[in-house]
T-cell receptor, first 116, second 119 residues
Framework: DSGVTQTPKHLITATGQRVTLRCSPR?????VYWYQQSLDQGLQFLIQ???????AKGNILERFSAQQFPDLHSELNLSSLELGDSALYFC???????????????FGEGSRLTVL | AQTVTQSQPEMSVQEAETVTLSCTYD???????LFWYKQPPSRQMILVIR??????QNATENRFSVNFQKAAKSFSLKISDSQLGDTAMYFC????????????????FGTGTLLAVQP
């Protein structure tokens, strides 16, 4: 158990809908990362938050947004869903935003999104 | 931009044997970390081993060791005494760590190698 909690574990929805994925980081971790794992794109970095502020952005679509709340949990919002958004969405956390001697990310079990 | 390449989509090994998974990467940066992550059927990403680019000594973790060739930009994973529980997808990953600041712990992953350990 990594200590990172993601909900829901599975989600099935229809095209055009909006969903919210939730992530609770490990106790004490300030950084949260979102990754998308799909068959055609592999594992792609989406976005990182550190202590409530956006820290880095990757290949995140404009239809997607995220935020990190004062209690450090994070939510990834996916809207106007398309079939191609079906994927496993991982959340990871780390104690810092980037510092020597660390660099280790702890991953949750992922949220499997299926768009029909 | 950095890229990570894993040229072996699938590999198979007999239980108790040794197997090596290949990974190459491309970067113009000088300071970075390299990782091997394991993703079993449970799908959770588990860190197997980490290597700091400034360290010449290859990292080892029990049955897992790496062969880090910085000049060749190669980072292979050797699994000794393979066990059935090693069956998983293995991902090589790169993390840039610029010394002038701006590090974000962002991981760039390869496409993965599916390892099957046969009884």
């Amino acid at each position: 158990d990594s200590g990172v909690t993601q909900t829901p574990k599975h989600l099935i929805t229809a095209t055009g809908q909006r969903v919210t994925l939730r992530c609770s980081p490990r106790s004490g971790d300030l950084s949260v990362y979102w990754y998308q794992q799909s068959l055609d794109q592999g594992l792609q970095f989406l976005i990182q938050y550190y202590n409530g502020e956006e820290r880095a952005k990757g290949n995140i679509l404009e239809r997607f947004s995220a935020q990190q709340f004062p209690d450090l949990h994070s939510e990834l919002n996916l809207s106007s869903l398309e079939l191609g958004d079906s994927a496993l969405y991982f959340c990871a956390s780390s104690v810092d935003e980037g510092a020597p001697g660390t660099g280790e990310l702890f991953f949750g079990e992922g949220s499997r999104l299926t768009v029909l | 931009a950095q890229t990570v390449t894993q040229s072996q989509p699938e590999m198979s090994v007999q239980e108790a044997e040794t197997v090596t998974l290949s990974c190459t990467y491309d970067t113009s940066e000088n300071n970075y970390y390299l990782f091997w992550y394991k993703q079993p059927p449970s799908r959770q990403m588990i860190l197997v081993i980490r290597q700091e680019a400034y360290k010449q000594q290859n990292a080892t973790e029990n049955r897992f060791s790496v062969n880090f060739q910085k000049a060749a930009k190669s980072f292979s994973l050797k699994i000794s005494d393979s066990q059935l529980g090693d069956t998983a997808m293995y991902f090589c990953a790169f993390m840039n760590f610029p010394l002038d600041g701006g590090a974000t712990n962002k991981l760039i992953f390869g496409t993965g190698t599916l390892l099957a350990v046969q009884p």
